[in-house]
């Protein structure tokens, strides 16, 4: 299964099938704005070995500028399912989904570009590297995300806002 309908929680236990996802998504995304890019990366709990996840595909997009997101394609990326979500406003990111029904704006896939080798890509990649290499921190996440899950079956934000939490904490320990 890869996709959930917006604003809804859902977890499901980690595929090996993610990180092939991703790939496929990369190869896609290097030829539609791939002269913008310094580089792509997997991020999010869908790269984070063993544990469940919500099944949407977080993708890293590094550019030189945010500027850069200007010289997108958004054509091609619309074609290819990407929609810019100009109402999400994240200092130091531009957010782009990829939405196979767009009646219940199920994602599958999100974009998440940011300045290469800056605050939001480092925090990331540290992040997803940090539980990577420690899975009794991973599987703690996973816990504090299932129980979330169950508190906010239909608040994404909510869910969103108290794991930020731990993350601040991994980041600040690091």
Not at 51 to 80: H, M, Q, T
């Amino acid at each position: 299964m890869l996709g959930v309908n917006k604003g809804e929680v859902i977890l499901v236990t980690h595929s090996e099938n993610w990180k092939r996802l991703f790939d496929k998504e990369k190869s896609l995304l290097e030829t539609i704005i791939g002269e913008q890019v310094k580089d792509i990366q997997q991020f999010g709990s869908t790269a984070i070995k063993g544990i469940e996840a919500k099944p949407i595909i977080d993708i890293l997009v590094g550019v030189e500028s945010l500027k850069d997101v200007e010289k997108f394609n958004n054509e091609r990326l619309k074609e290819a399912g990407y929609y810019h979500l100009s109402r999400v406003q994240i200092d130091g990111k531009e957010v782009f989904a990829k939405f196979t029904d767009l009646e219940n704006l199920t994602k599958t896939h999100i974009l998440h570009v940011v300045e290469y080798q800056g605050d939001w890509w480092n925090e990331h990649i540290s992040f997803r590297d940090y539980l990577n290499a420690n899975p009794l921190v991973s599987k703690e996440y996973e816990s504090l995300k299932k129980n979330l899950a169950e508190k906010y079956p239909n608040d994404e934000h909510s869910y969103t806002n108290e794991k930020k939490q731990f993350v601040d904490e991994i980041l600040n320990e690091m």
